[in-house]
């Protein structure tokens, strides 16, 4: 079993920057892939990054150059480092985790995830 656990959201200004974190439980984490995914209402869950064990990163291209994972498998924690915020980013940010050891796929799709967290609300003002 791993557990996530999401925190850093909050209200932000456009243009500034918040950083997201999520600490994991389980003795296998450090092999996983890890994603975060967001769902703004009335929206679908969507991707937004992902990093394998190795530290290999495929981002969304709404994101891409403005957001950054990254993960620290001493502390069990995986980052987003948001930058740019655009009100277009306002959402739930959701910590996922597919237990698929020394995997080097890119997942993409939020069925393809067996572990989340509970979400982190991030909201960029205009």
């Known amino acids: 079993q791993v557990q996530l656990v999401e925190s850093g959201g909050g209200l932000v200004q456009a243009g500034g920057s918040l950083r997201l974190s999520c600490v994991a439980s389980?003795?296998?984490?450090?092999?996983?892939?890890m994603g975060w995914f967001r769902q703004a209402p009335g929206k679908e869950r969507e991707f937004v990054a992902t990093?394998?064990?190795?530290?290999?990163?495929y981002y969304a291209d709404s994101v891409k150059g403005r957001f950054t994972i990254s993960r620290d498998n001493a502390k069990m924690t995986v980052y987003l480092q948001m930058n740019s915020l655009k009100p277009e980013d306002t959402a739930i940010y959701y910590c996922?985790?597919?237990?698929?050891?020394?995997?080097?796929?890119?997942?993409?799709?939020?069925?393809?995830?067996?572990?989340w967290g509970q979400g982190t609300q991030v909201t960029v003002s205009s």
């Open positions: 996922a985790a597919r237990p698929s050891i020394y995997s080097t796929t890119y997942y993409l799709n939020p069925y393809e995830y067996d572990y």
């Open positions: 389980g003795r296998t984490f450090n092999t996983y892939p």
């Open positions: 990093i394998v064990w190795s530290g290999a990163t």
